[in-house]
């Protein structure tokens, strides 16, 4: 057996040049580890691109922030007005223009009263470089039918600059089969708020009908448009989306196997994936990178119920899911969206909602790193660093061996065995200098615990 070397890093002491994760995990040829941009935010629930250096992410209390990519500073850009925020309605969907900066253009989806009514609208606002903020241009969508549960929400702009919306049924079982309501569908606009050219229903923005509640939508490389969403006690949905699909809900939840009759009745579509018991699928994103091969061409999908990533492997025309993995399980919480930039990939938690526990650094903006690993040859090459973050000692890499932790008198506080473990938890009632003690080498080794 190897000897466990540790690298002692007391808190406040860390690199500036390579900030310390607080979670990684080792896939088959890649360690991620995840790395925290910033915190302190109030519930966000969408994000998109910035530029190279920043992201724009909405807050459902209403305001839009820039948090820094180098430095994690966060700045206010916008503050929504005339917002209903109740339950799962408030600022939600965010999307730059494609073409942004040089057209400086970020539509959002907002929840409002009318009179007592939750409605939902889309709002176009204009960044101007010379005051550093955005403001308000035009609705261009509104009086869209909305509520505090089931609300949908989500925005995405797809390479055919067509605008998507994704509207839940709002717990009115009758509305996704009803072709005349806008609830329990998912529509598309033109960018200026007119229904989309081509679009299934005369006069009409709606794209596919038998949705319950969409929380994700995205675009793959090969433009099947595809869609996360909660199912009632059971069957959560990965879909991808038709002309005028019909998705089964209420008639139909999860696969078509064993309802038959009904979904021959209604020409439902078959789901790429299910999820029973049901894991809350959020944001979803799609990568198809090079630095993380496991995960190349594959749907990642934020969840909040299950706090965990799910990566979906798409077949080769982007129609089936062939393998569907979890990663960073219990890790963050609950996980709300999953934005994608190239070969880099961030994650945001929605800890402070109703359903959330956060702690004081919640909710927080995450960055995924990778880095390309050779197995154990690997591992034994590297010297493994220990830090303590969060209640917990984190380590660059998997350990295999029993650790001792002792207090300044040399008195066994905790035995831990750690096979092929990354971390364990520290009793809060440590404070100080404690000792960490090797069983297969005997080296002891200090770690200060604030």
């Known amino acids: 057996m190897r000897k466990t070397r540790f690298l002692i890093l007391l808190l406040g002491l860390f690199s500036e040049v390579h900030a310390q994760p607080i979670a990684q995990i080792w896939l088959e040829e890649t360690r991620l580890e995840a790395i925290q941009i910033t915190g302190g935010l109030e519930v966000p629930w969408s994000m998109d691109s910035w530029s190279e250096e920043a992201i724009l992410l909405t807050e459902r209390p209403g305001k839009i922030k820039r948090v820094s990519l180098t430095n994690g500073e966060t700045k206010v850009l916008y503050e929504a007005q005339n917002i209903a925020v109740e339950g799962q309605a408030g600022l939600l969907g965010l ?23 939750i409605r939902m609208r889309i709002d176009r606002l204009r960044y101007s470089e010379t005051t550093d903020s955005l403001s308000f241009e035009q609705t261009i969508v509104s009086d869209l039918p909305s509520g505090n549960s089931n609300t949908g929400g989500r925005l995405f702009i797809d390479s055919e600059n067509k605008l998507w ?3 839940g049924d709002i717990k ?24 989309a050219s081509g ?16 929380q994700g939508i995205v675009e793959t490389s090969l433009n099947e448009m595809l869609v996360s969403e909660h199912g009632p006690s059971s069957d959560d949905e990965l879909n991808r989306l038709t002309s005028g699909g019909n998705f089964g809900w209420p008639l139909v939840t999860g696969s078509c196997v064993g309802n038959e009759a009904v979904c021959d009745s209604i020409n439902a579509e078959e789901p790429l994936f299910t999820w029973s018991p049901t894991i809350a699928p959020a944001g979803i994103d799609y990568y198809d990178g090079a630095l993380i091969p496991e995960w190349s061409n594959s749907i990642i999908m934020a969840a909040l119920k ?43 938690t929605s800890n402070r909602d109703a359903l959330g526990t956060p702690n004081e650094d919640d909710d927080r903006l995450i960055e995924l790193v990778p880095y390309a690993h050779n197995g154990l040859l690997d591992r034994e090459a590297r010297q493994l660093d220990a830090f303590y973050h969060d209640g917990m000692v984190w380590f660059n890499q998997p350990v295999n061996s029993q650790i001792q932790v002792l207090n300044i008198l040399g008195q ?5 065995d750690l096979q092929n473990r990354t971390e364990f938890r520290l009793s809060d009632t440590y404070h100080g200098l404690v000792i960490l003690r090797d069983l297969d080498s005997n080296d002891t080794k200090k770690l200060f615990i604030p």
């Not at 009758?174 to 708020?193: H, M």
């Not at 229903?201 to 009908?209: E, M």
């Open 172 to 195: 009115d079982t009758d509305l996704p089969q009803d072709e005349s309501s806008l609830n329990g569908k998912v529509l598309r606009y033109e960018l200026d708020g007119s229904n």
């Open 199 to 214: 679009n299934p229903f005369a006069n009409s923005p709606v794209y596919s009908i038998g949705h319950r509640n969409p």
């Open 95 to 117: 999307q730059t223009h494609p073409e942004f900066p040089d057209t400086p253009l970020v539509f959002i989806a907002t929840t409002y009263y009318d009179n007592s009514i």
């Open 412 to 416: 066994i506080l905790e035995v831990v």
């Open 306 to 348: 299950d706090k965990r990533l799910s990566i979906v492997s798409l077949s080769a025309d982007h129609k089936e899911a062939t393998e569907v993995t979890t990663a960073f399980t219990d890790k963050f919480g609950r996980i709300r969206d999953v934005l994608v930039m190239g070969e880099r990939i961030f994650l945001c």
């Open 165 to 167: 919306l994704t509207l």
